[in-house]
């Protein structure tokens, strides 16, 4: 079943806000997979659910083929994990930078444990959320 047409005065926009995206790259391996599921699932919380630093809006993985340069040349399936926070009022680039290293320090050290790195990219951006006139 498809969802109803809205017409576009139906739907409202929020004002812009500020996103931030960190990726994180890991090998893919299925050791990682069942982990960092959970421990992303266990990030995910509903809005307002109270002050945990480390909570976040929300997150997709793909993959890869690529090859990076460590103590010897990797050539493997890389997963790539995009975890979405929407910046509060009260984030400054300090706070959002240890909100990212705490992330990586748990990801290293809960899940990617036998890694020789893990990477993490962080790209701030904007966005627009759209909505149906009268939702929450």
Same mark, same amino acid.
């Given at each position: ?19 931030? !995206? ?8 299925l ?24 909570? #976040?809006?929300?997150f ?6 690529? $090859?990076?340069a ?15 926070f929407?910046? $509060? ?17 748990e990801? @290293? ?8 790195q893990?990477?993490? !990219? ?6 627009? #959320?759209?909505r149906?006139?009268? @939702?929450s």
């Amino acid at each position: 079943m498809t969802a109803p047409k809205r017409r576009p005065n139906n739907v409202i926009a929020d004002s812009p806000r500020t996103l931030e !995206c960190v990726e994180v790259y890991l090998p893919k391996t299925l050791e990682h997979l069942s982990e960092l599921y959970n421990y992303l699932r266990s990030k995910l919380k509903p809005r307002g659910a109270g002050p945990d630093s480390q909570t #976040i809006d929300g997150f997709s993985m793909y993959e890869v083929d690529g $090859a990076f340069a460590g103590e010897r040349i990797y050539q493997e399936r890389t997963l790539v994990i995009r975890m979405l926070f929407l910046r $509060a009022d009260g984030d400054d680039e300090r706070s959002i930078h240890r909100k990212i290293e705490t992330l990586g320090r748990e990801i @290293a050290s809960t899940v990617a444990i036998a890694e020789e790195q893990l990477w993490i !990219c962080h790209y701030p951006q904007g966005v627009v #959320i759209f909505r149906p006139r009268g @939702a929450s």
